[in-house]
């Protein structure tokens, strides 16, 4: 099918050979058995390992580590591609991009030199872990707690909805510390990311004293990748696996990594919504209506004005944001609106796919089905439409300040 929409000028040869190498992968691969695994919420295993032999789960992470030491745009546009085949692989990854990036640019060197390599090659693989059961958007209400005793920290508490969390064997979480801290000091100040090593798999961690992952929360969409709770009871972190080796930078060093991840949920946005289009105008172009392809009715070519444009203007503002990371600009207030509209759009987009298919879009025959189901989880992840409007409206009030 012809690729007019979302294209992305000024790539380099590399750049542009990584992402035709990943589509052709997700033609191959992905778009043939999405699904009927999706169907099933059976883990994408050959996927996973077709992903590890490109090397895309080192796509980001420096080459003096044993990765490509690709840019945050060619991570998105790759997810972008994946996205549009199946949405749950491309969250496989995101969850290990987000904790292998917070390593490499708050890890100490130890830290750096010891998951860096391994994640590279996707031997060890990363979830991220900052919501409980009690609190959702409001981070600082966190009450998951470690306390220092000698050279370890005891943590316990309940986290939730992990990505990767039985699948990973790495988590980065975040819990309250508060040492050093005085008593009317922010939430944020007195919180701390462990890094903690753990057997893949459900129930009581065999490697781990304490930790314990129940099982897969069953949801609406997006599935295939395991969603779970994390269960801590005395569970004991050496020291040395405090990322950045030092307490109280925590909360700091997640919302840097949840930049990162807005971008991704953006790309994801972008590459859902785009292949909404693709079904929704194929679609039109073969189902017949009053003698003649609903396509010509102005109804349908309105809708699909809308949707190519939705997805033209989603695809744009997601480049910028990772452009303008890469360039070592601050980025919320981009991330935030990208990721924002690209959600937003998606739902929309899938929406129009769905009606445009009538009848059959209810039926689990058709593809527009499990897309119509995965959109709303961009809606929620990596930030709520609500908190996107929160970050952007702060930011614009702080650019646009008036004088005296």
Request: charged share 25%; hydrophobic share 40%; proline share 3%.
């Amino acid at each position: 099918m012809a690729n007019r929409l979302a294209q992305t000028d000024g790539l380099t040869e590399i750049q542009q050979e990584i992402l035709a190498t990943v589509r052709s992968f997700v033609d191959k691969e992905i778009l043939p058995v999405a699904t009927e695994l999706e169907h099933r919420d059976e883990y994408p295993t050959e996927i996973v390992e077709g992903l590890k032999e490109l090397g895309i789960f080192g796509l980001m992470i420096p080459e003096e580590y044993g990765g490509l030491g690709e840019s945050l745009l060619t991570y998105a546009l790759t997810v972008e591609e994946i996205a549009r085949g199946w949405m749950s692989v491309s969250g496989i990854i995101n969850t290990h991009f987000i904790v292998a990036y917070m390593i490499k640019q708050h890890g100490t060197r130890e830290q750096k030199d010891y998951f860096l390599p391994r994640m590279a090659t996707g031997e060890v693989r990363g979830a991220f872990s900052m919501s409980e059961p009690g609190l959702g958007s409001d981070v600082s209400a966190i009450r998951t707690k470690g306390v220092r005793e000698g050279d370890a920290y005891v943590v316990n508490g309940q986290k939730m909805w992990l990505t990767n969390g039985g699948s990973s064997n790495l988590v980065a979480v975040l819990c309250r510390t508060d040492e050093g801290q005085p008593q009317d000091a922010p939430p944020h100040r007195s919180m701390t990311t462990f890094l903690i090593e753990k057997e893949p798999g459900f129930g009581a961690n065999p490697k781990v004293s304490g930790l314990t992952v129940p099982g897969k929360i069953d949801k609406m969409g997006y599935k295939g990748v395991d969603t779970t709770e994390l269960i801590l009871e005395d569970v004991r972190v050496p020291a040395d696996r405090v990322l950045g080796g030092a307490g109280g930078r925590g909360f700091y060093q997640m919302m840097d990594g949840v930049e990162v991840g807005r971008v991704n949920v953006a790309a994801r946005g972008c590459g859902v919504a785009r292949r909404a289009f693709e079904l929704g105008v194929s679609y039109a172009q073969q189902r017949h209506t009053f003698g003649k392809p609903i396509a010509e009715h102005q109804a349908i070519q309105f809708k699909l004005a809308e949707m190519a444009t939705k997805v033209e203007a989603a695809h744009l503002m997601m480049v910028n944001a990772a452009r303008r990371k890469d360039s070592g600009q601050r980025n919320d207030l981009e991330a935030g609106m990208a990721k924002y509209l690209a959600a937003e759009f998606c739902k929309e987009v899938v929406e129009d796919a769905f009606r445009i298919h009538g009848g059959y879009g209810f039926s689990k025959e058709y593809e527009i089905e499990r897309l119509y189901r995965e959109a709303p989880m961009l809606l929620i992840g990596e930030g709520t439409a609500e908190i996107q409007k929160m970050i952007i409206g702060r930011r614009l009030l702080e650019e646009y300040r008036i004088q005296g």
